[in-house]
């Protein structure tokens, strides 16, 4: 599928990918193998960071959320791995545990604000 919008929701074991736009959401979840709490720079991690990034393609802007650092974790090893999917990330945000409903909910009330901003002249100007 192929959407303007995405949210990402992680944490150390799973990830949910939604992918939108105005009358569709596309849902993945990605597991992680690992069985570690907090994530390292093991196989399994490059593994789950490469199958969220696989899951973004077709999208334009993705909003990351999520309990922890998995979040910055995945955004730093995309700025090294996977530049094209890091120039997409457009804010990482905490968030407990949401449902994909209210996930979606959340990123779109997120975007909405985010496209005014951008499409406002007097906060772009500097």
Known sequence: MSTYHAVVWLDHSEAHVLM?????????????????KHQGKS?????????????????HEVLLTGPGLTRNAFRDWCQLHQKAVAA???????AD????????ALARQYFKKFDQRAADPATTAA
């Open 20 to 36: 939108f736009d105005r009358e569709h959401v596309e849902a993945q979840r990605i597991k992680s193998r690992s069985h570690h």
């Open 43 to 59: 196989s399994d991690d490059v593994a789950y960071f490469a199958a969220i990034a696989t899951a973004l393609g077709g999208t």
């Open 88 to 94: 997409l990330i457009v804010d990482s945000l905490s």
């Open 97 to 104: 545990h949401p449902s994909d409903p209210q996930l979606v």
